[in-house]
Nanobody, 119 residues
Framework: QLQLVESGGGLVQPGGSLRLSCAAS????????IGWFRQAPGKEREGVSC??????TTNYADFVRFTISRDNAKNTVYLQMNSLKSEDTGVYYC??????????????WGQGTQVTVSS
């Protein structure tokens, strides 16, 4: 069973930074695109970013000021979030793609990590 575990969330002041990690267990991350999503209180879940299995192709939502990267040797994908704003508050999830490219959709999901941006 594919398992993903997010970490790195927390409370940060506006303008601050966080780096989220998405660690995989039970499978090798190399073969899958990985996406980051978020859900703010009272809102629907939205896509944030995605990276192909090779790391060559990355996609970002228009509002994003973040950088996605992956280290397949560590079986981990990262989301570096800078210049955080209050509207970035929410639960952040990572998900494994159904294939090597982001457009193929997503299957297994992590449990999420809370990000709160507040002074």
């Amino acid at each position: 069973q594919l398992q993903l575990v997010e970490s790195g969330g927390g409370l940060v002041q506006p303008g601050g930074s966080l780096r989220l990690s998405c660690a995989a267990s039970g499978f090798t991350l190399d073969y899958y695109a990985i996406g980051w999503f978020r859900q703010a209180p009272g809102k629907e879940r939205e896509g944030v970013s995605c990276i192909s299995s090779s790391g060559i192709t990355t996609n970002y939502a228009d509002f994003v000021r973040f950088t996605i990267s992956r280290d397949n040797a560590k079986n981990t994908v990262y989301l570096q979030m800078n210049s955080l704003k209050s509207e970035d508050t929410g639960v952040y999830y990572c998900a494994a793609g159904l294939g090597k490219r982001c457009l193929m959709g997503f299957g297994s999901w992590g449990q999420g990590t809370q990000v709160t941006v507040s002074s």
